[in-house]
């Protein structure tokens, strides 16, 4: 199996953006080929992540428009659909492209254009997700996360406090992210006080609807050096699924594709939670952060709310979570979100993410699908 | 890397059926793993090669509903589409799992579920896939089809009786498939005189709108005796794009994607054209035969019709092309149809083809995305 590399990242502004979903795609396509002096002719593989470019825009065939508009003509392209961890399940087959040898520079691209619809009509799409024995019940994702918070504060005697300390975190994180949809920070009372949407959680658990891209830049870590001095490795690589339709599972505080896809990717790295410095988690709900920590060994079922609240996870904490300022702050579009957390540890991991940087030298990134219902974990390391 | 075996393979009645595009995946990959007598929770990887199921179903998250329906609770899950070619990006795809030790167990599964929308909706999605530029001008893949088909009859001074002369030939295979769409003999003048559609294609030069799914189980070549006698060896996959923008190729019957994802197939198989003893290809269009006939080598450009209408590429000719009937009389329901071709070279190198059965040690198969904006080409070879 050949190593793999990561040497260039980038991402999009994120936000409410103009355009077609290529435009984005070839917007960070082209800042990631130019990070790295790569040329869009030398690429073998283009890979896509994007959920429904089909059901928002009425366009498919997207991966072969970006080739088209980068000039990466002759490259092989497909697009990569995992809901809303196509972002990370396209580092997963980007990882294989490189380690199969099937390509020596394949180029991963994540993107989605959403804000162009109501958010009826977005939900609606997100909602098709869900098994059509849910589905047609007229179940969508908010409401699972109100369910499961209720569940998790109920079950672990947490605070409800805890949850808006997750909105009040990653908010702060985000000022610094010159790319992030939000960048205000918020108290714990606004987060307490914002509208009802799923009781107990309120509109600041939530994350937004947003248009943007990511990209990253992967080929076989013994030929990284050719392209940069400072790269990063992909140490383990992971997916797993859950229960579809969710409410056949046992402990709805559990996710076990996080938990499975997690014991995957440390055993591939060879390295266990307490090697991980920093970490971006999919807080599409607030209380998706604390499940995904415990469930990936970070802290024992239900004491993730107490990390939270005694500034553990915060950026000068001991393991920070979502130094991006995370989807709730960043925004979310999700295609693009899981390349973004990839772009995020990249920037940590090569010391390039500005007023964010933090010490670090193993990052993590676990991006979810549904209500994880399909989740990959990836390890990142520095390169050697 | 690790040499890639096939140890089992299915496909569904193909034409017009009930339920929705899932129950079509599950009676596939059931029949796929019952085939091989392997439990569906022994999976690790199961990719689902699916064009469109938002758009033509309002449903998402195919793969993970798939999972949950056959048992498949745990295995990683992802949808692979690269439009019309979503099966052989799929071929490709199982293999890199297979390939880079991410699997040692891989189910993959094309569908599409079509038949219950009317044909201009079902165009309109197929239009999708061409870049905006071209399809805001109202460019459907027949209109290609008809243009290039023109071209080549006069570049090439081939008589028009040479196109219907492919779908005779396939309609003839397809008799003695049991799972086509169509069984039923056609003859030159059926052919030659039937609806003019898009001059000088007529309604017999084109594929139907189909319902329909198969699937394909991989596993490393070191394995495959644990699980079967009989196998078959991936010798060479790749993928190849052409320009997104059709008119902007300089020869229009030259697909530079099969071109290009041939050669690299072949090298990685150390094999020849001349190696190749029967072949699926993408015969959307009857046009689609000749091109990549001559585009992967079978002839010099320009008499790829000679071979048609002198019987070398019938059943019993030199090299038969489309035992299985091809799409054209086997049906085309788009994310099937490249894993179908594989189904095909797999039962007629096992020697499980039944009244099909050809003498065949080495097979291939073209999967064409699009009107060619990204081919995929996949070698097998009987396994030692």
Redesign the interface.
Known sequence: ??DVAIIGASMTQFGERDG?V?DLLAEAATACLDDTGVRADALDHLYVSN??S??FE????V???L??DIG????????????SSSGG?GI??A???I????SDLTLLVGGEKMTHRTTGEATD?IA?????HE?KHGVTLPSFAGLTARAYLDQYDAPREALAEVAVKNHANGVDNPHAQFRKEINRETALDSPLVADPLRLYDFCPITDGSAALLFCPVDVAREYTDDYVRVAGV????????VHERPDPTTM?GVV??GERAFEQAGLSPEDVDVAELHDMFTILEFLQYEDLGFAEKGHAWEDAMDGTTARDGDLPINTSGGLKSKGHPLGASGVAQGYEIYKQLVGEAGDRQVDAEVGLACNV??FG??V?TAIFEVGA
């Open positions: 199996m050949t077609w290529c959920m429904a089909g059901e009425g366009q498919t065939g991966p072969n428009a080739a088209h990466a003509l002759g490259a092989y392209t497909q697009r990569v659909d995992q809901t399940a997963y087959a990882w294989q492209s380690a199969s040898g099937a799409v098709s997700l869900t098994h059509p589905y992971a997916g797993a699924t859950d229960t579809h339709v076990n499975k896809s699908g549904g219902n399909c990959t």
